[in-house]
């Protein structure tokens, strides 16, 4: 298992937690700050999904008027573990 913990930038959210299995399936993401409900939503459905099929997903996604939101900015820190 590895975990990455990373700080996004542009949004509400302050801190992102992701555990990856050996398999490169997304076991769990914690995420402090941002909007409750919506990050819940997500935190669900992306647990039991290839990395590469998170990233291919929710990579350039935006916030309104904003460059990024914060599935992009998972799928951009899911982007280290490569």
Known sequence: MKEITFQPKGV???MMTVTV???GVVQDLQVIGGCHGNLQGISA?????????V???LDGIRCGNRPT???DQLAQGLKTLK
């Open 45 to 53: 459905l992306v647990r039991g999904m290839k990395v590469e099929d």
């Open 55 to 57: 990233i291919s997903r």
């Open 21 to 23: 299995d050996d398999n």
């Open 12 to 14: 509400c959210s302050r």
């Open 69 to 71: 939101s914060c599935p």
